[in-house]
């Protein structure tokens, strides 16, 4: 998944994620969450990636959306 990621392949990447990240009961979801909000940012899609930060909910989460300047 990480190697189709850094190769530029988002296609791949987000059907792998879908297969085997993407349930919301996966203990795995926080992960996914922030791996799918790197693929919104890396194709410069910043409102997905701003809506998913605010749904997660999480201190880190909160930093993220600082960090990017979607929150003070």
Known sequence: MVANYDR???SEAER?????GGNPED???IS???F???IYLKKG???P???ILESMDTPQ???DLIRLGFAN
């Open 32 to 34: 996914y969450l922030r």
């Open 8 to 10: 530029g392949n988002f």
């Open 61 to 63: 989460a909160r930093a």
């Open 36 to 38: 799918q909000t790197e």
């Open 45 to 47: 899609m910043a409102e």
């Open 16 to 20: 792998l994620i879908k297969e085997h």
């Open 49 to 51: 990636a701003r809506a």
């Open 27 to 29: 203990p795995y979801r």
